[in-house]
């Protein structure tokens, strides 16, 4: 009823930057909280990063003052704006979002990830 996709992941040298875009599609009534995760390989799935329907934020400790989360509410759209990278930022990266469909049923869905490279 409701996809999420991500793009614009990819391999960057440490020091660069990377935007992510993730776009929500289909039945959708009310998109409210966005968030980003990351999952490195061998580690648990972690919280990067929050945006609220209002655009409220919270962030990281690690990646305070280096991404930034962001929304369009008009494309369904949340951002991630990945500056001073580090290779400990390697990861896949997913989009998760809270949505009422238009059937008024409230649903958690994912994205299917999108892969991020920091080298050294």
């Known amino acids: 009823q409701v996809q999420l996709v991500e793009s614009g992941g990819g391999l960057v040298q440490a020091g660069g930057s990377l935007r992510l875009s993730c776009v929500a599609s289909g039945s959708i009534f009310s998109l409210n909280d966005m968030d980003w995760y990351r999952q490195a390989p061998g580690k648990q799935r972690q919280l990067v990063a929050t945006?609220?329907?209002?655009?409220?934020?919270n962030y990281a400790d690690s990646v305070k003052g280096r991404f930034t989360i962001s929304r369009d509410n008009a494309k369904n759209t949340v951002y991630l704006q990945m500056n001073s990278l580090k290779p400990e930022d390697t990861a896949v990266y997913y989009c998760?979002?809270?949505?009422?469909?238009?059937?008024?049923?409230?649903?958690?869905?994912w994205g299917q990830g999108t892969q991020v490279t920091v080298s050294s």
């Open positions: 998760n979002a809270r949505v009422i469909t238009t059937a008024r049923v409230h649903l958690d869905t």
């Open positions: 945006i609220t329907s209002g655009g409220s934020t």
